[in-house]
């Protein structure tokens, strides 16, 4: 599928389950690239995602459900527009072999999860913000994370991403079981 110019969200997707979403070339859109809410062991992977307001979030922190994992991988995401991550993970994921480039925020963030396996990505010129970044809301808790293998780049000339992986823990928030390794 080709997706060009959408007002909104170029593929949005609620509670979805064991859907894949595969080699799609989206440009131009209003909203996110992809964006699936409540879903359930989804796929995304082969896609390109050029010039949307953000690239990939998903959210499946409001899952029962205790391995509900989504695999994001081998999507290109490139030259987003707003305050959306290139890839943007609430819950539980494994994000690996992506390629995030000159995106307006963050690379890739993760937040309130447990089980977030993030490896072998490389991420290149944010244009904001951190290339990958794991985030705890308040109450909240980041358990039995692993971030190995990353690549995260700023050769511009003039540098604008603030961090090559940041961690922040808010009021209240917890942090355990956390691997960073090897990036």
Request: with cysteine; net charge negative; charged share 10%.
């Amino acid at each position: 599928n080709t997706i060009t110019g959408t007002l909104g969200i170029a593929i949005a997707a609620s509670s979805s389950q064991h859907t894949v979403f595969a080699n799609n070339v989206i440009r131009s859109c209003g909203g996110n690239g992809i964006d699936t809410g409540k879903g359930l062991y989804e796929t995304i992977t082969g896609n390109i995602i050029d010039g949307c307001l953000g690239g990939i979030v998903i959210d499946t922190s409001q899952s029962a459900v205790q391995d509900s994992s989504t695999v994001i991988s081998g999507n290109l995401v490139k030259n987003t527009t707003g305050a959306q991550p290139g890839i943007g993970v609430f819950g539980q994921a494994v994000v690996t072999g992506n390629m995030v480039l000159n995106t307006n925020y963050n690379g890739i963030s993760a937040s309130d999860g447990n089980g977030v396996v993030i490896s072998g990505n490389l991420v290149k010129n944010t244009i904001s913000h951190a290339g990958i970044i794991l985030f705890a809301s308040p109450g909240k808790a980041l358990s039995g994370f692993t971030v190995v293998g990353n690549s995260s780049i700023d050769d511009q000339a003039t540098p604008t991403q603030t961090y090559g992986l940041e961690i922040i823990i808010a009021s209240g928030a917890t942090i355990q079981n956390v691997i960073i390794e090897a990036n």
